[in-house]
């Protein structure tokens, strides 16, 4: 009898967690950096504003580490293949709610990106999708334009009825 090879045996280092180890040490790398900048504000207590983005940051760092050396040891599960229509959907809706935010206002420029995901992720009925976004950005617009005085871009449906 022939022995079958483990999994272990057959597996080579994952690339794509390979690169994406250093991107999160650089990641980690910045935070740090900017925290410290915070740290120069504050001199009367040890804890302040950068007491967080410094622990997200060593986090971020243990995260890489631990990253690559899973990689290495090709210790990760095999990806399912990415779909890219949904993606591609989902990516245009964001770039037309980025175009459509200040002229066409909050709540039509997150309709469409509401729209858009719904369709990627296989609502193909953009007649009922595009008005039910559209409203529930309004209600959005509401809560946090109106009730909590934050500032967000208004457009014609906003102007029309405030």
């Not at 949904?86 to 200040?102: N, R, S, T």
């Amino acid at each position: 009898m022939s022995e079958v090879p483990s999994s272990r045996e057959t597996r080579r280092p994952d690339r794509a967690a390979l690169v994406i180890a250093p991107v999160l040490f650089v990641l980690a790398g910045i935070i740090w950096w900017d925290a410290g900048r915070l740290a120069e504000m504050t001199n009367y207590s040890r804890i302040g504003p950068a007491t967080v983005p410094h622990v997200i940051a060593a986090g971020l760092a243990l995260l890489a580490v631990w990253t690559g050396f899973e990689a290495w040891r090709g210790d990760f599960p095999e990806r399912e293949p990415v779909e890219m229509r949904p993606v591609v959907w989902i990516v245009a809706g964001l770039a037309g709610q980025m175009l459509l935010l200040k002229t066409a206002g909050f709540s039509i420029a997150t309709g469409l990106l509401f729209a858009l995901t719904a369709f990627g992720f296989g609502r193909r009925k953009l007649w009922i999708s595009l008005p039910v976004g559209i409203a529930i950005s309004f209600v959005v617009y509401i809560v946090f334009g109106r009730f909590l005085q934050l500032s967000l871009p208004a457009g014609l449906l906003e102007h029309l009825f405030f």
